[in-house]
Each structure stands twice: as structure tokens, then as C-alpha cells.
């Protein structure tokens, strides 16, 4: 066998991850398609502008719908399912570089409440925030774990990959 083939995955591998691939782009294609055909493009390009900081300091009712307008295919999920984030809790902190930035925990409200999706949800919504460069940490409630049974709380907890406080 030449060292070119040895290197190479097996046909069902790569098929495999082809699909997966034209999966994955057929789903951001479809969720932002949603997010834009139920938002205006104008206001969430002005909402992603704002400063999180700013709009914490200033307890504006703008904070929930700029971290709305940070998601990415999760806020799909969440619209079609009347969810929203909810701020429980949030504090400024300086990072070494003098940044201020902001650690959230963060709640759900409407069906995504007790969706069995929501353990992909929250992983979701933590990796989109986290990209956002004035957002340091991002944890939630753990009065969420309320909303499911013993079961679905312990795999939330090993394997959501988020943190409850």
C-alpha cells in the first residue's frame, strides 16, 4: 500500500462527513433565513453595535435584544420556540489588559424552559455570547434544573458542557 493511501480515511468515513457537512451548512443556512425573515437586518446590525458594558451600566432595556442579536443558529431555536434569554445576574470585571467586561448568568423563559433540546441550547447560546469580545463568562441559573427530572438533571450537569450557579 502506497504512504498517499495509508493516509487517507475510508470511503464510508469520508462519505460520512460529507453528509455531515452538507448537514451542518443546510441548518445555519435554514436558521439564518429564519432569524431573518423575523427580524428586521437593520436592527439587529445596530443591536450587535452596542456596547454590552454600556447597556449594562445603564440598565438599558436594550441589553437582552444585543445579546439576542450576538446568537447564532441557536436564536432560530429560541424564536421558534418563544424563548428568550433573561439576565438573572451580571457584573463588570476588569481583565489584565484594563478591558471591561461583563460576567452573565443568564436564564431562559417561554417553551425552551422545559424543551429536551435545552441542554444544546444553553451550550449554544454560552459559545455564541462567549465570542463577543466584552463577555467573560457566561453561566446560568441553576434554578433551570428545576424544569427537569433526575435523569436529564445529571446528564445536564456531566455533559451540558455549562455551568449552573
Not at 437593520?42 to 437582552?64: A, G, I, M, P, Y
Not at 429560541?78 to 484594563?98: K, M, N, P, R, Y
Not at 449554544?124 to 424544569?147: A, K, Y
Request: with cysteine; glycine share 6%; hydrophobic share 40%.
Amino acid at each position: 500500500m502506497s504512504a498517499s493511501r495509508d493516509n487517507k480515511l475510508p470511503v464510508s468515513n469520508d462519505l460520512s462527513e460529507s453528509y455531515r457537512n452538507q448537514i451542518e451548512d443546510m441548518m445555519k443556512a435554514e436558521a439564518a433565513r429564519r432569524i431573518e425573515e423575523n427580524h428586521n437586518p437593520q436592527e439587529l446590525e445596530r443591536l450587535t453595535k452596542l456596547s454590552l458594558v454600556k447597556l449594562f451600566e445603564s440598565n438599558d432595556s436594550d441589553l437582552v435584544p444585543a445579546l439576542m442579536s450576538r446568537l447564532g443558529s441557536v436564536r432560530a431555536a429560541l424564536d421558534g420556540h418563544g424563548g428568550s434569554l433573561i439576565v438573572s445576574s451580571a457584573e463588570i470585571e476588569q481583565t489584565h489588559d484594563g478591558r471591561r467586561v461583563l460576567s452573565l448568568i443568564i436564564d431562559l423563559d417561554g417553551a425552551c424552559v422545559s424543551c429536551g433540546a435545552a441542554p444544546g441550547t444553553l451550550k449554544g447560546i454560552q459559545d455564541d455570547l462567549l465570542i463577543d469580545n466584552e463577555i467573560i463568562s457566561v453561566r446560568f441559573s441553576i434554578s433551570m434544573l428545576e424544569w427537569f427530572d433526575e435523569i436529564q438533571k445529571e446528564f445536564v450537569v456531566k455533559f451540558g458542557g455549562v455551568v449552573f450557579v
